[in-house]
Every structure is written in C-alpha cells, then in structure tokens.
C-alpha cells in the first residue's frame, strides 16, 4: 500500500524519458561530442563531483541533459532524473517522491525502506510536507545502506532548474540536494544541474561545483548547429521528390546556406524551428526559405526576428497573437479537441493559426496529446513589448481573452 501511494504522487513529466515528454529533445549523433566526452569523464570519478551546465535559453542545454540521461541509463548508472517544465503543471511537493521512486527502481534494495518511512508518516508525500523531511526520510536514509554495496558511481540529473516554481524553490533544491548528498556515509552520486546562468541559481550553487558555460560563440557549438542544419536540410530534400525531382537537386545553394547558418547565430533552438519551418507539410521548401532570408540581420541568433516572421505570415495575426498568449497562460497544456471547445466561435482561426504557427507550436497530428509551445524563449518573446512590439498581448488582455472564451463554454 505504500508503494502504491507513492506511485500515485510520481510526477511523470518529471522523468527525463515519460511519454508527456515527447516528442524529446537529444543531441543528433556526431554533435556535443566532446561536451558528451568531459561530462562522462566527471561522472566516471570516484569522488563526488556536482555539474552545473548553465546557458542562455537555445543552446541546447535540454537535450544534452536528456542524451546523456540516455547513456547513463543504458551503462545502468543513472539513478534519478526531474526535467522542469513550464508545459507542465507540476507540483513542488513531488519532486522528491518521483526522485525516491526511480532510486527504488534504481536500487531494488532500498525500495522496503522508502515504504516503510511512507508508513511511518501517513504525511510524508503530502505537498505541504517539510522538504527537509522528504528528503531525509525518502532518499538519504535509504540511501545509506548501499554504501558498501556500490561498485559505480551514478547519476541524477536535474534539467532546467530555471523553469522551477520561484527563484527561491530552485535555490532551496540546489542546496538541499548538494548538501544532504555529500554525507561520507553515502554512495557516490553525482549531481548535474542545468539552468539559465540566473543569478539566484549561481548563488546557491557550492564553491566547487564544476561549472560548464554553454554559448552560442564557441566553435564547436557553431560547427555542430551547422552539421545539424546541412542534415536536417539534406533531409527534406530527399523526402520531397515532388518538390526536388530523384536524384534530388542541390538545395539551398551555398550563399543561402551559410546566410541561414549566420542567422541561427550557434543556437540550435533557432536552428530547430528553422527546420520546422521548412519542412511544413503542404508549403513550399524555397518559398519558406526565401521569406526567412530577405530580412537581412547585422545580427546572429536574432530569434525574435524569426518569431515576428513566422506570426506575420499568418491571416490575421492580431486574432491569432490573442489565441497564442492564452494558450501560453493556461495553467497546463489542453488537447486539440479542449481547445476547440474553448475558441468555438473562432474555431476555423484556432487551425489556421495552429497551422501557420507550427514551427513554434506542438500540435500533436494524431489529435491526441496536448498543443504545447515548442520552446519557453517564446514565452519570454510573447510576454515582453519590447521583443514582440507589435504583437504583444499583456497579461489583462490574455486572462480578459481567455475569461471571455469560458463564459461562452459555459453558456453553450
């Protein structure tokens, strides 16, 4: 039973490979590579060595998280993971019982100890429960009977902690797992943490944790979103013979290329939506790309350029930026067929807009699953005037929206 009612508090959205996740984010083969290398390195040492991999958002902080989740759990050495997400309505309470609940999948020895403390405290999963207590109840004394048993050291990563509740939430976690994790008593278990370089984060984290810069300048970053972009757009020339003829024509010619290469700047979430953009079902490659190319920037990386394009071009972007902020401010992602519900009177928009902004949007084709923004920095672009100009939609406006399209559900 009380195995039972931890599963009942897992907070799947949490676990780097869920299926909520999906679809997930991972280094394509050959990029990060000597990243992927140093970081396995440190997590090969015999003493516990905490990672902080910190970068603005783009950089592909996610998804280098997630591959080596990936290698670790298959080398049978990743003990826990909890990815934030703002897609996701999680709750605070239950970030340790899902990290309790993988160790005790993790290490089969400690799952009788994590259920008899649930027995012990009837309150011990309750949200309003002490994290302290949590912690110390659900993974550290647990914990403490592997320490003779353990021929390896592990893993448990923890991804972008700047999409945590509050500032202050993310800085009592950082300290709480760094300080109660360190005990000479335990097993060795490293940390990774990955975040924007906020300054509430860098201030929690320990005076030794090794720190990795990610930026968008480095020359490994620039030649791997460059590998990715030549891939990706070899790719959709060669899935579209109605388009490109068999054998396939080159496309883009060099020029084109290497000013799309200039304008994703060394951000592969940039580089990502190009793709997306390009590759749109039922419009044309060229066109597409003509209409990324004939703004020209003084700029790499301008990603608010690109998302101020990709509104332009659809029908009516005053109605659709509304839809768009409202979708953003719900508390969790809704199904298709909730949203259509929701914007019934403006239900034919809701799809043209869906459409016009998949680049940016995740709009499951199945219809099942949830219609989710692809990447946070869009939140950031929708919720600041001075990116969106023109298509800003404030917060008043967003809930008076949304408030409206309620009331006509209700009525209905």
């Known amino acids: 039973e009380a195995w039972k009612s931890l599963c009942t508090v897992v907070e799947h959205s949490g676990i780097f490979d869920s299926e909520k996740r999906q679809p997930h984010s991972r280094c394509m083969e050959n990029t990060r590579v000597a990243l992927r290398e140093s970081l396995k390195e440190v997590l090969e040492r015999r003493d516990q060595t905490n990672v902080w991999l910190s ?3 783009g950089v592909g902080k996610t998804s280098i998280a997630f591959t080596l989740a990936e290698e670790m759990k298959k080398a049978g050495r990743l003990a826990a993971t909890f990815f934030f997400s703002h897609k996701h309505a999680q709750v605070p309470g239950r970030i340790i019982p899902t990290l309790a609940y993988q ?18 405290d009837e309150i011990l999963l309750s949200p309003e429960k002490s994290r302290v207590d949590q912690m110390r109840e659900l993974v550290i004394n647990p914990l403490r009977v592997l320490r003779f048993r ?4 592990y893993a448990i990563i923890i991804d972008a ?3 945590c509740f509050s500032s202050s939430e993310a800085a009592r976690l950082v300290m709480l797992f760094t300080e109660t994790l360190a005990g000479p008593d335990l097993p060795i278990i490293h940390l990774v943490f990955t975040s924007r370089p906020d300054a509430h984060i860098r201030a929690a984290m320990p005076p030794d944790v090794r720190q990795i810069s990610l930026t968008n300048r ?5 030649q791997d979103v460059r590998f990715y972009l030549r891939e990706s757009l070899d790719n959709i020339r060669t899935s579209r013979s109605a388009i490109f003829g068999w054998p396939p024509r080159p496309w883009p010619t060099e020029a084109e290329f290497e000013t799309l290469v200039f304008k994703t700047g060394g951000l592969f979430i940039y580089a990502a939506m190009v793709v997306n953009f390009l590759s749109s079902v039922g419009q044309y490659p060229q066109q597409r790309l003509d209409l990324l190319l004939n703004k020209t920037s003084t700029v790499g990386a301008d990603i608010d350029q690109f998302y101020r394009q990709i509104i332009a071009t ?3 972007p005053s109605l659709h930026c509304k839809m768009l ?5 719900l508390v969790q992602p809704l199904p298709l067929s909730d949203l259509q519900e929701l914007f019934h009177a403006d239900k034919a928009s809701l799809a043209v807009m869906l459409e016009a902004f998949s680049p940016v949007i995740l709009n499951p084709p199945d219809g099942h699953g949830t219609v989710e923004i692809y990447h946070a920095s869009l939140n950031d672009f929708m919720k600041d005037p001075r990116r969106s100009h023109g298509y800003h939609v404030d917060d008043a406006h967003a809930h008076e929206h949304l408030a409206c399209r309620c ?3 209700l009525t209905r």
């Open 55 to 57: 970068g603005l958002a």
């Open 103 to 120: 160790l005790a999948l993790t290490f089969p020895r400690i799952r009788g100890d994590i259920a008899q403390a649930i027995e012990k």
């Open 150 to 153: 353990q021929e390896v050291p």
């Open 161 to 163: 902690l700047d999409e």
């Open 218 to 222: 480095d020359a490994d970053t620039a």
């Open 314 to 316: 659809s029908e009516n």
């Open 325 to 329: 902020a409202s979708i953003i401010r």
């Open 407 to 409: 009331l006509d559900l």
